[in-house]
């Protein structure tokens, strides 16, 4: 499976602060739940990668049109 394959499964994510200083994204899809802890630089990438990442498929999506 890669990130391009489309799949009929639908799941929630959470964002937030813990009580220990990390940022969790709480994923959870049926059955399924998965916790992913960050430091809060982490936190700060993921964060630009997901801006990033916003902004080339905007892009791409312009060009579509």
Not at 16 to 21: A, E, I, N, V
Not at 50 to 58: E, G, P, S, W, Y
């Amino acid at each position: 499976m890669g990130i391009n394959d489309e799949r009929d499964i639908e799941a929630n994510l959470q964002i937030g602060p813990t009580d220990q200083g990390m940022v969790r994204l709480f994923v959870f899809a049926g059955d399924l739940e998965i916790p992913m802890d960050f430091l809060p630089d982490e936190a700060e990438e993921i964060a630009e990668e997901l801006r990033a990442a916003a902004a080339t498929a905007a892009q791409m999506a312009g060009k579509k049109r």
